[in-house]
């Protein structure tokens, strides 16, 4: 069965940077990304990665963010640099989901508990 572990969360200023991690135990699939979750809305996809490499990003996020993945370790990895109020978010990692689409679909792919991701202004 997988499991994926989020790291690397915590509580930073704005425009400040954190790196998060997500370790993966088990069959990943092609695809991974990263999702949100903020008080009050509905779950938002970030980014996802295919085993190939090949990305994609919500707009919101694409000249901030970067995901990337270790295949050796199933490991994935979430840089997110000039962090604003406004990413303040339960951070989700997924596995086995679409990597054409940044839309939550419930019921599908694995997840993680999530991390707690605070910017303050």
């Known amino acids: 069965q997988l499991r994926l572990v989020e790291s690397g969360g915590g509580s930073v200023q704005e425009g400040g940077s954190l790196k998060l991690s997500c370790a993966a135990s088990g069959y990943v699939g092609y695809c991974m990304g990263w999702f949100r979750q903020a008080p009050g809305k509905e779950r938002e996809g970030l980014a996802t990665?295919?085993?190939?490499?090949?990305?994609l990003y919500a707009d919101s996020v694409k000249d901030r963010f970067t995901i990337s993945r270790q295949n050796s370790d199933n490991t994935l990895y979430l840089q997110m640099n000039s962090l604003t109020p406004e990413d303040t978010a339960v951070y989700y990692c997924?596995?086995?989901?679409?990597?054409?689409?940044?839309?939550?679909?419930?019921?599908?792919?694995?997840w993680g508990q999530g991390t707690q991701v605070t910017v303050s202004s």
């Open positions: 990665i295919k085993d190939t490499g090949t990305t």
């Open positions: 997924t596995a086995n989901y679409f990597c054409d689409r940044l839309t939550y679909s419930k019921g599908v792919g694995s």
